[in-house]
């Protein structure tokens, strides 16, 4: 019988629920202002935390009309490989392991040019 029900219709196409009786929650609408000149507003949620700064389609960040900008937090800055580096060799070691690879590269380039 629960063939019968699902012949002729497109699986996961169409929803089988009705919408009777759902009551969409509150929105409110909150308006962001972009530094570039641009008003972004978005519908939320009354029980949703509004956040200060929503990203404008500029790539922006706006600000949530009547409010202040947040404090900025202090963060780490990148550790790039170099610094990572040097945590764990002295630029003594690397000037050593940079003669020895140069001369490594060197000498293999001599028998090359022979062959």
Known sequence: MSERNLRGSRLGGASLESESGVEPAERQQV????????????????????????????????????????EKKAGKPARTHWDMLLERRTIAELEVLLDERLELLRSRELIKRSA
């Open 31 to 70: 308006t962001y202002h972009c530094p570039n000149g641009h008003s972004v507003t978005v519908p939320m949620s009354l029980e949703a935390d509004v956040p200060p700064l929503w990203e404008c389609r500029c790539g922006a960040e706006a600000l949530r009309a009547d409010t202040d900008a947040p």
